[in-house]
Each structure stands twice: as C-alpha cells, then as structure tokens.
Nanobody, 126 residues
Framework: QIQLAESGGGSVQAGGSLRLSCRTSGYTYTRYCLAWFRQAPGKEREEVASIYTAGDTTYYADSVKGRATISQDNLKRTMYLEMNSLKPEDTAMYYC???????????????????WGQGTQVTVSS
C-alpha cells in the first residue's frame, strides 16, 4: 500500500524559503512519478513540480521555475521541494502525489497520479 506523508509546511514571510518533505513507502521506487501539487482556495489545482524516480528528470510549472527545486533521496525514500523567493501567491495546500509511469512519458499525465498525501499548508505573508 502506497503511503505518502508530507511535512515542512508553515508560515513564512515573502522572500523567504522553505523545504517540504514527503516520506514515501509501498511501491517500486524506480517506476513512479512523484510530484508536488498545490491548491489554494478558489483556484485550480496546479502541478508545481515532479520528478521521475528512476532518474532525476524533473518538471517545473512556470509559476515556480527558477525558485523551486525538487529532489529525491532514494535511500530515505523521501522527496523534497525547496522553494525560495516565496510570494504570497505561493500560499496553498501542498500535496505529495505519486503515480505509476504507465505510458512511459514524463511528466506523468494527471490521470497517472493515483495516490495523494494529506497535504501540508504553506502560507506566505507579505
């Protein structure tokens, strides 16, 4: 059973930084896409960044490109999202998401993401 557990959210001033962590378990680590999605009240869910577990291929949304770094520690089975130069519009619930790379493409298609963590809130104040 796939399990995802986020941590590291909180409140930060604009311009600050934070690192989110997602501890994972329960799947074959080399065949999956791992991603961070976020959703703010009244806004559509957005894929912020993703990484392919068998390598270090990454994807970033335009909204965070240059300010975010997604990474993974295979030994710890943990994925990270570091974000710098945070803006109030980064305020959202951030979810760790996993999905099997069925089509062999990257980024994974939204429908390939089948497992979601509980989420961790990030609040950026101006």
């Amino acid at each position: 059973q796939i399990q995802l557990a986020e941590s590291g959210g909180g409140s930060v001033q604009a311009g600050g930084s934070l690192r989110l962590s997602c501890r994972t378990s329960g799947y074959t680590y080399t065949r999956y896409c791992l991603a961070w999605f976020r959703q703010a009240p009244g806004k559509e869910r957005e894929e912020v960044a993703s990484i392919y577990t068998a390598g270090d291929t990454t994807y970033y949304a335009d909204s965070v490109k240059g300010r975010a770094t997604i990474s993974q520690d295979n030994l710890k089975r943990t994925m990270y999202l570091e974000m710098n130069s945070l803006k109030p519009e980064d305020t959202a619930m951030y979810y760790c998401v996993a999905g099997e790379r069925i089509r062999g493409l990257f980024p994974c298609s939204p429908d390939e993401y089948t497992h979601w963590g509980q989420g961790t809130q990030v609040t950026v104040s101006s």
